[in-house]
């Protein structure tokens, strides 16, 4: 691919094809990359490159990340987040991974296994049959408790209904295409923008109030992600000050329930698709465990219900572009792009690419049966990011999710009507535009 023919696509207004973007993110993506793996648009003020091609995506994240910071969008969350694992560059980023690494590793992550299965038994435990729920906000607050109890390791935020409110509030902002494209609009006197400046405060003070806790119990280290990060920053105060244990926090609290509970949300509600897919899994789930508890050894043997949340991932990845900018001038393989050009990595369409998924619309688990992953490319799926960037949660996300899947499936079957079946809203991650609704049937 030549740099003259990478296409472009021509907006109908001066702010190009931020129009089309907004009114609807699925049909402009699918019509953009059905001319190309990389694609020109035009955002607002912004020269974007749209991506799906492995090869690309690699060269981008892996052989020249060097070239390539945060992009605009991404770096504009620092008004939420602070400057976090999320959005930090540089050296501030690579202090910040070291020092939470040791909270992911294997072993330790395998050790929280029991109080993910007790926190969804627990949850589970209080579902009634026939009743109507949305499944979206039972699961998210089933995923909360799930970092409270393993991530914060009994050091809840004071008001968890407060706080689940006020980032409900702040997300709205990021839902909101407007925001990304003129980011002058949060500089305006706005109401939203008052309502956004009062719910990051009522976040913050819970947050804070979290780390004031635990410095007078006496930082000890209580085997979780807060107490590595607080003993590394008290050996060295120059280190980690308490706002950005601060962004760390909030960042591993959004991303260790928001995405989980996204995962399981839209694997229920693909599963009510097929009712024969629901059948694998639950005979699966029976053969394997029974009545029991799930345990991390069990991982290995629910090969199904893996399937189920690696095809949940692929068709909704959590988070649904990756973006950066470059630093330089830079010239990849059939691709040249200026210094300033944002990039956007987009999963949702590289997952759906028909060259590497057959019936790329469809639900099928079956299609990760074998060695479908060790045979695809490196980045023709990689619902966790890829290269030093990737999420350093994704080995915790992954056991979280297939074991609350397995305790929940045996216990309940939550049906969603083909009128309730949810659609995707494109904010900085891939939720349920609305309630999912569901009623819960016991097994």
């Known amino acids: 691919m030549s740099p003259s023919f990478v296409p472009e696509l021509r907006g109908l207004t001066r702010h190009g094809n931020t129009l089309a973007l907004?009114?609807?993110t699925d049909r402009f993506m699918t019509?953009?990359?059905?001319?190309?793996?990389a694609v020109r648009a035009r955002f607002g003020g912004d020269q974007v490159v749209l991506v799906r091609s492995p090869e690309l995506t690699e060269q981008v994240l892996v052989s020249h990340?060097?070239?390539?910071?945060?992009?605009?969008?991404?770096?504009?969350?620092?008004?939420?987040?602070?400057e976090g694992l999320l959005v930090s560059d540089g050296e501030p980023w690579r202090r910040h991974r070291r020092l939470a690494q040791p909270a992911f590793h294997r072993e330790r992550i395998a050790g929280y296994a029991?109080?993910?299965?007790?926190?969804?038994?627990?949850?589970?435990?209080?579902?009634r049959e026939g009743q109507a729920v949305d499944l979206f906000a039972l699961l998210m607050r089933l995923t909360r408790d799930v970092v409270t109890a393993t991530l914060l390791r009994g050091s809840p935020v004071q008001d968890a209904d407060e706080f689940g409110e006020a980032l409900e509030t702040l997300m709205a902002r990021y839902a909101d295409w407007r925001h990304a494209v003129f980011p002058w609009l949060a500089r305006l006197p706005l109401p939203e923008n008052r309502r956004f400046a009062a719910a990051r405060q009522r976040l913050y003070a819970q947050i804070d109030a979290v780390i004031a806790e635990r410095r007078r119990s006496g930082c000890d280290d209580r085997g979780d992600l807060?107490?590595?990060?607080?003993?590394?920053?008290?050996?060295?105060?120059?280190?980690?000050?308490?706002e950005q244990l601060r962004a760390e926090v909030l960042i591993?609290?959004?991303?260790?329930?928001?995405?989980v509970a996204m995962a399981l949300s839209w694997a229920f509600a693909l599963l009510s698709r097929r009712p024969d897919a629901w059948d694998?899994?639950?005979?699966e789930v029976d053969a394997v465990l029974g009545t029991r508890d799930a345990t991390a050894e069990d991982v290995p043997?629910?090969?199904?219900?893996?399937?189920?949340?690696?095809?949940?991932?692929?068709?909704?990845?959590?988070?649904?572009?990756?973006?950066?900018?470059a630093l330089e001038d830079v010239a990849l393989d059939g691709l040249t792009l200026a210094r300033g050009t944002q990039v956007w990595i987009v999963q949702w369409a590289a997952h759906r690419n028909p060259r590497y998924f057959p019936q790329p619309l469809a639900f099928l688990p079956e299609r990760w049966k074998g060695d479908l992953k060790a045979g695809l490319p490196r980045f023709a799926y990689f619902p966790f990011g890829g290269g030093p960037r990737q999420c350093i949660g994704s080995g915790f996300a992954m056991l979280e999710a297939v074991l609350v899947l397995a305790t929940l499936v045996q216990r309940w079957r939550p049906e969603i009507a083909p009128r309730d079946q949810p659609t995707p809203l494109f904010s900085i991650t891939l939720r349920p535009s609305g309630p999912v609704r569901a009623r819960l049937r016991a097994r």
């Open 65 to 82: 990340g060097r070239s390539f910071m945060k992009d605009r969008i991404t770096r504009d969350l620092a008004a939420l987040l602070g």
């Open 226 to 242: 807060l107490g590595m990060l607080m003993a590394a920053r008290d050996e060295d105060p120059a280190q980690m000050s308490d």
């Open 252 to 259: 591993f609290y959004l991303a260790g329930h928001e995405t």
């Open 22 to 24: 907004m009114l609807d």
């Open 114 to 127: 029991g109080q993910m299965v007790e926190t969804a038994r627990r949850h589970a435990a209080t579902w």
């Open 280 to 283: 694998l899994l639950t005979r």
């Open 31 to 37: 019509r953009a990359f059905a001319r190309g793996d």
């Open 301 to 325: 043997k629910l090969v199904y219900t893996e399937s189920v949340i690696l095809e949940s991932m692929r068709l909704y990845p959590p988070v649904w572009t990756i973006g950066r900018e």
